[in-house]
């Protein structure tokens, strides 16, 4: 077994970890479960580059590779709609008692700006359409790679979910040091990051539909498909 392979399995056995640690109240477990999510994410990319750089490609690591970036995914949006829930989707209460709905953006001059379960979803179910699509696709011996937009779309995913991490660790600091959240310092800090997370989720969204819809028009479809000019 390889060093990307081995990579790509901590990736999948750290996945989990990184959810469970953002629910444990305590600033110094969710500034850490920050810190996990950006080793997990930027270890997304090196395994690949590394693989291809040292001759590594394994029939494993393209098996397990995908697995590890939508389990990661999982793992990482729920723990986000649990502490980011609206109210009336109260039924995450039961996973996090007393935190439920407790850490949603909060925008300036806007209010709350919480993670409601359609997006969740939307962002899920592009991509199991997208591996399915594939996966049919290359039947046809059609190859699909990322496209501009796609990969527009996993840097503006990864930054909403990297912010939102952050936002659960800075908003449980504040607390625990009992900080004047009323102050010019707090605003300006809390504000760019609400900005930030909120910015990076609309991008995310848009892009996760214009990403797919892309997709579809260069290769229709899995009974008609075709093959773009190089």
Known sequence: MNLPTLITIARIALAPVVAWLALVPSAPVRFGAFLLYLVVAVSD????????TRGEVSDLGKVLDPLADKLFLVCVLA???VLQAPSSESWASRVAPGQAGAFPFRMPSVGSVPLPLWIILVVLAREAVMTVFRALMQRHGIVIGASRSAKWKTGFQF???GTAYFWF???T???AARWDTATAGWAVLSGFTAIVGTGAM????VLTFWSLGEYFVRYGSPWAPRRPAA
């Open 169 to 171: 660790f800075l908003w």
């Open 202 to 205: 609309v991008g995310a969204v």
């Open 79 to 81: 723990a986000m709609y």
């Open 159 to 161: 930054t909403w979910m």
């Open 45 to 52: 990319y090196w395994d690949g580059y590394l693989a291809r």
């Open 173 to 175: 600091w504040a607390a």
